[in-house]
């Protein structure tokens, strides 16, 4: 009986607002030329009630009888308002012609603000920037991250290299923070992370982004980027802002053809490499005009690069000097035959892949809306990415003994990395109007799951010549699982205070995390299975599991969940078109640590005609992520050129609480921004300056190194895990730090008459500073000096402090003149700079450590250019180039110390003991920090049709 009345209630649902709403307003969306404007929104003001124009323009409104103000609006147009007096039983015609606006991150938003007004960027309390599809066409750029990190001022992005599972998941950062303090955002709804931690010595280091690339480009209608704490609005993640990627609509088919490659020549060589082909389609298809299905698809298959310098270590085939070669000829003998061995062998000295990974990336998306009546809509949308990758480690040397087995790798091996990354999403929703309250229920699911495979490689702790040279190495999986409820409400007075608007809503989230095992051989030392012992090299053990990346074990393995619940209220007041305030509250409850009350106000006054006053103060949290709380393996990782082996352990292990380390807990922020905005005809600018201050960062800590000599606190502590000594340091996650980032953010922009044609003009810029205020270490740490320099060292700050450009200048203009356009800008990255972990002055191996082995990467500008050509409406042809003046960053420098002795000439010193940023020559360009990459010119030639 309930079933039955639940599906006539459904019924009336559908069919009651056909009686009830006779009246229509249709038309059509047309630019300056009497073309289509595909997906602009026709929106009756301060209600929900709106319609996008089908591949035709065309669109269908529903209406009672009465008087309407009609906004039209499309990214990179200007909005457009009219009224519409529409009597009983009346079909009313209302055509809109957009007038076309600059490229100037300035469109039309509604990332931050619950409110059904529509704002612009120069209307907003708080900094929005919108990426259209538009511009991301214009770009020289293929993946998603690196559009944006070209596009947007504030986002900075760099492809990682000789990093595991980094080089395939490029970290990003919004405000100079971290790539787990932004939130991103798919059509509003929270998006997952990824599964991976980056624990390798890049940016990012201890941190778990979302996998922007995972998403289609050709999906996206527009990016809105916030660049305000939201965490009071949004929830977790939120502290330096927000990215919201809004996915098409109802389009015509649209099909483009990539083909580029690196044309370069650096240091006196030339390269063409990196070559990549893309293809993506997209299309969107009308329901009936009752809603709308797209679906997009891209395809690409990106070549790896190499910017590798020659292995400038004397010896490749003995790890020491023997101890006859005590004269500098005996040295310069030996160093001469062992070149021509490794000659003779084809060994050749420029033995790494020092660039970006080959990848293979397949992902579809889909979109759609659909009407179930006038007053609810049923929505969804799903994706699904497989991306492959290959990346390789450091090249192991017939030298390094026990890390090979020569019957295999005579002359050694590059071991590679092979990801299989799998990305699935999906969501279902229901919106509409109860009486005036708009609602919005939806559940959204998301996975990330990563596979390695490890090839070109083997363990060298089996018996000679039994060992593979493939592995199986294991996977990591995360899931989420979100459940919104929204109601909001505009209240509107006939006073001084015009408008409130009210909106309410609760969060239900699940996540889930796992680590799966890898084969055994991936992870053994010997066959524990078959009682075969591990092999050993005189009194050394040899190292164990897959070279570069040694499977996880069964230890390793778990499944970690988690729930948490968010209620918010949020509230915006209007005073006439003069004032306009709000304010957030959001209470969150973790099932694992405990719940957290974050706040935020806002404002806006309009001090005289165009200009305008904006500011923020809120409050914001990121709890940590289920990754960093149970994360846990054992790796080999290179330090001055010497394998160790390095234990990470989670805050479960009683390592960690010997070092008197307690739970993950969430960071907390404070945030501030005060900014001007203004509108003068074509002219348009926002500055805003903003503070953010951050208490109980989460760390990845510094490695803590097995100490000389069997005592001591280290030593003390790995040996009730590790008894036989075969690891040498251990590292952990911590809330070891606060620190403070200020910054100013600036956007010009200007249409310019030019004859019959317009010159679009943008000026947008970033300057930022992050301070690491306090470092705080455990009682056991804070005892021991030794240990808190080793819980957080120079280099771990610089990562904080001076590894994202601390200033982005953006210069770019737009012109188009019949069928041509042209689009140049160039970007100025500012200075990065590296920090060694050890303190300038102190002796290493009896020689004072030298100050300049930290470097400064003077700014450099980076120029792209792309030219099309229009055959008609369905054909155009697009050639263009990133970094067309072929610039690199400054040239990692081998260091004073390196400079103060050669080694086949010195009969005191090991090569061993070599300290340099270039890695003994193999790192040309410093991986540590990085402002836009070192693979120099990118050229392209594009074909897309639409139709």
Not at 23 to 51: E, F, H, M, P, Y
Not at 526 to 533: D, H, Q, R
Not at 727 to 735: C, E, K, P, Y
Not at 861 to 866: F, I, L, S
Request: glycine residues 8%; positive net charge; proline residues 3%.
């Amino acid at each position: 009986m309930n079933l039955l009345f639940l599906r006539l209630w459904m019924l009336c649902l559908c069919i009651l607002p056909g009686a009830l709403f006779a009246q229509q307003i249709r038309g059509r969306v047309l630019d300056s030329k009497g073309n289509a404007i595909v997906g602009a929104t026709v929106q009756i003001n301060s209600t929900n009630n709106g319609a996008n124009a089908s591949g035709t323009g065309e669109y269908l409104l529903k209406v009672q009888p009465g008087s309407y103000q009609i906004t039209a609006r499309a990214v990179g147009y200007e909005s457009l308002v009219k009224t519409a007096e529409v009597k009983g039983n009346q079909t009313l015609e209302l055509d809109f012609v957009l007038n076309e606006s600059s490229v100037s991150l300035n469109d039309i938003v509604v990332l931050g603000s619950r409110s059904s007004q529509a704002r612009t960027s120069t209307d907003t309390p708080v900094p929005v920037d919108v990426i259209g599809a538009k511009e991301m066409k214009l770009v020289a750029q293929t993946d998603l991250t690196q559009i944006m990190n070209y596009v947007a001022p504030s986002f900075s992005s760099n492809r990682q290299t000789v990093s595991d599972g980094t080089d395939h998941i490029d970290p990003a950062s919004l405000r100079g923070l971290g790539p787990d303090q932004v939130l991103v955002l798919v059509n509003g709804k929270r998006r997952h992370t990824t599964a991976l931690v980056n624990i390798n010595g890049t940016f990012g280091r201890g941190t778990v982004g979302t996998d922007l690339n995972a998403i289609p480009v050709s999906a996206i209608e527009r990016i809105e980027v916030l660049r305000d704490g939201a965490a009071a609005q949004y929830g977790s993640d939120a502290i330096a802002g927000v990215i919201n990627l809004v996915l098409k609509k109802e389009t015509p088919w649209n099909a483009n053809l990539m083909y580029g490659q690196s044309l370069t020549n650096t240091l006196g060589k030339s390269y063409s490499d990196g070559k990549t082909v893309q293809f993506d389609l997209s299309k969107g298809f009308n329901l009936n005009n009752k809603g709308f299905v797209n679906i997009a698809a891209q395809y690409q298959d990106r070549g790896a690069t190499n910017r590798g310098g020659l292995d400038t270590r004397p010896l490749l085939y003995s790890s020491v000097w023997p101890s006859s070669a005590t004269t500098v000829e005996a040295r310069q003998t030996l160093k001469a035959a062992d070149d021509a061995k490794a000659q003779a062998a084809g060994l050749d000295r420029n033995n790494m892949r020092v660039g970006n990974a080959a990848v293979k990336n397949f992902g579809v998306m889909a979109n759609a809306e659909y009407k179930l009546g006038t007053n609810v809509t049923l929505y969804g949308q799903a994706g699904y990415t497989n991306k492959e990758g290959n990346a390789a480690g450091f090249y192991r040397l017939p030298s390094q003994s026990t890390q090979i087995d020569l019957s295999i790798y005579p002359n050694g091996f590059l071991p590679q990395i092979n990801t299989s990354v799998h990305d699935l999403s999906g969501g279902l929703g229901l919106k509409g109007m109860l009486g005036k309250w708009n609602w919005d229920l939806s559940n959204t699911y998301g996975e990330n799951s990563i596979k390695f495979n490890i090839s070109n490689t083997l363990n060298a702790s089996l018996p000679v010549g039994t060992s593979p040279t493939e592995f199986y190495a294991g996977k990591l999986k995360y899931g989420q699982n979100v459940v919104n409820l929204d109601v909001s409400r505009r209240h509107e007075f006939s006073g001084v205070f015009s408008a409130l608007n009210t909106a309410f809503g609760t969060e239900f989230r699940t996540s889930r995390y796992e680590i799966g095992a890898g084969e055994e051989k991936s992870w053994s030392f010997g066959i524990p299975s078959e009682n075969i012992p591990g092999r050993m090299i005189g009194s050394s053990s040899t190292a164990a599991g897959a070279q570069v990346f040694p499977g996880y074990k069964p230890a390793n393995a778990l499944v970690k969940t988690r729930t948490n619940v968010g209620i918010y209220a949020d509230f915006e007041g209007e005073f006439k078109e003069r004032l306009l305030l709000g304010a957030a509250l959001r209470y969150e409850n973790y099932s694992d640590f405990g719940s957290n009350l974050s706040y935020k106000a806002t404002g806006r006054l309009n001090l005289f005609q165009g200009l305008a006053l904006r500011g923020a103060v809120s409050t914001g949290f990121r709890a940590p992520s289920l990754h960093q709380i149970y994360f846990n393996n054992e790796s080999t990782q290179f330090v001055n050129s010497v394998a160790r082996q390095v234990l990470t352990v989670n805050n479960e292990s009683p390592v960690v609480s010997q070092f008197g380390v307690g739970r993950l807990k969430p960071e907390i922020s404070q945030n501030y921004s005060l900014g001007l905005t203004g509108k003068f005809g074509s002219f348009s600018m926002t500055i805003d300056a903003y503070q953010i201050n951050i208490k109980d960062r989460i760390v990845f800590s510094s490695q803590f190194a097995r100490e000389s000599g069997t005592t001591g606190t280290v030593n003390t502590i790995l040996n009730t895990v590790d008894p036989n000594q075969t690891i040498n340091s251990v590292q952990f996650f911590t809330n070891a730090i606060d620190t403070r980032t200020k910054g100013l953010d600036i956007v010009l922009s200007d249409r310019i008459k030019v004859g019959a044609n317009t010159l679009n003009l943008t000026v947008s810029g970033n300057f930022n500073e992050t301070k690491v205020t306090r470092i705080q270490g455990s009682s056991v740490i804070e005892a021991d000096p030794s240990l808190k320099t080793r819980l957080f060292s120079r280099e771990e700050q610089s990562r904080f402090e001076s590894s994202v450009p601390k200033s982005k200048i953006n210069l770019s203009a737009n012109y188009q003149v019949k069928a041509w356009n042209f689009f140049l800008r160039t970007v100025r990255f500012g200075e990065v700079t590296y920090r060694s972990a050890t303190i300038p002055g102190t002796t290493v191996a009896g020689v004072p450590y030298p100050a300049d082995n930290d470097q400064t990467f003077s700014p450099k500008w980076v120029t792209d250019v792309t030219a099309s050509y229009a055959f008609n409406k369905h054909v155009t042809l697009t050639l263009g180039a990133n970094n067309l003046f072929d610039v690199y960053p400054d040239k990692a420098y081998i260091n004073a110390r390196n400079n103060q002795f050669n080694y086949a000439t010195d009969a005191t010193q090991s090569y061993t003991t070599a300290l340099d940023n270039t890695s003994n020559g193999r790192f040309l360009y410093s991986r540590a920090v990085s402002q836009f990459g070192f693979n120099g010119r990118f050229v392209f030639a594009k074909v897309g049709v639409t139709f």
